[in-house]
T-cell receptor, first 118, second 110 residues
Framework: DAGVIQSPRHEVTEMGQEVTLRCKPI?????LFWYRQTMMRGLELLIY????????DSGMPEDRFSAKMPNASFSTLKIQPSEPRDSAVYFC????????????????FGSGTRLTVV | DAKTTQPNSMESNEEEPVHLPCNHS???????IHWYRQLPSQGPEYVIH???SNVNNRMASLAIAEDRKSSTLILHRATLRDAAVYYC???????????FGTGTRLTIIP
């Protein structure tokens, strides 16, 4: 398996522009998570999905952020309009249902998207 | 979410064992103890998890105190590649999200 695939790896955009980050989870995984990492705030969970359904979006900072998972193999995180304070590394991760202990190797993270908003 | 407490940083010599401590005095009976690490410029990586008994895998060992209020991640023979931030996190069934703290930054001295 190629692991969790995120695109793009780097994104530089101007303030006010729409940004779309993409994630392909590991096939067969039940859960998908979006995290954001900054020096000041560390790793923050933004939202997670179970079987393509959003379960908890309490970490989404504001209405400018939205996430979708139209099918089991694809998810997007959109920021519209983007602001300089959104600059961060955004990680996507996927996992099996935790109860499947014999198969569970925890979350698998992607390599992240480094977003810079100027 | 139940909280964990870890030292901000630790140093260890290459090729020696490393013991990374974690305190979780408010752990509940259904909380598992998870360890992840994040190498420079990479996403976090699963290391190991356990509930009550000590656990071993190819990467590390997890020693869990009898009262479960603390645990120790053991790297048996540190290499330079083990330099990373190590996160100790509590999680349980039915609540699949993991909340990362600030972790322990491990430096390996050649």
């Amino acid at each position: 398996d190629a692991g969790v695939i995120q695109s793009p790896r780097h994104e530089v955009t101007e303030m006010g522009q729409e940004v779309t980050l993409r994630c392909k989870p590991i096939s067969g995984h039940d859960y998908l998570f979006w995290y954001r990492q900054t020096m000041m705030r560390g790793l923050e969970l933004l939202i997670y999905f179970n079987n393509n359904v959003p379960i908890d979006d309490s970490g989404m900072p504001e209405d400018r952020f939205s996430a979708k998972m139209p099918n089991a193999s694809f998810s997007t995180l959109k920021i519209q309009p983007s602001e300089p304070r959104d600059s961060a590394v955004y990680f996507c991760a996927s996992s099996l249902y935790f109860g499947r202990q014999e198969l569970n190797y925890g979350y698998t993270f992607g390599s992240g998207t480094r977003l810079t908003v100027v | 979410d139940a909280k964990t407490t870890q030292p901000n940083s630790m140093e260890s010599n290459e090729e020696e064992p490393v013991h990374l401590p974690c305190n979780h005095s408010t752990i509940s009976g259904t909380d598992y103890i998870h360890w992840y690490r994040q190498l420079p410029s990479q996403g976090p990586e699963y290391v190991i998890h356990g509930l009550t008994s000590n656990v071993n895998n190819r990467m590390a060992s997890l020693a869990i105190a009898e009262d479960r209020k603390s645990s120790t991640l053991i790297l048996h023979r540190a290499t330079l590649r083990d330099a990373a931030v190590y996160y100790c996190i509590l999680g349980n069934f039915g609540n699949e999200k993991l909340t990362f703290g600030t972790g322990t930054r491990l430096t390996i001295i050649p």
